[in-house]
């Protein structure tokens, strides 16, 4: 990678702020048919298949 394409890429906490601001106390149906309420300690993990068209799913069913 060029230092030019590494400069591309911001640091995993902004992924995160972007996360955090958009998603936190948000409940929402996923693919696979469950259910997620983010920034909850209980709340499912998720997997999500990148690509033109995200597909996202709890971790249970990520497999
Ligand atoms: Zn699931």
Same mark, same amino acid.
């Given at each position: ?15 995160? @702020? +972007?996360? %955090? ?5 948000? /409940? ?6 469950? &259910? ?8 499912? @993990? +998720?997997? %999500? ?5 995200? /597909? ?6 990520? &497999?």
């Amino acid at each position: 990678m060029t230092k030019e394409q590494k400069a591309l890429y911001q640091e995993a906490n902004a992924l995160k @702020d +972007i996360l %955090i601001k958009t998603l936190s106390g948000r /409940k929402f149906k996923l693919d696979c048919g469950h &259910h997620i309420t983010f920034g909850h300690y209980l709340g499912n @993990d +998720i997997t %999500i298949y990148n690509g033109k068209e995200f /597909k996202v799913i709890c971790s249970q069913c990520g &497999h």
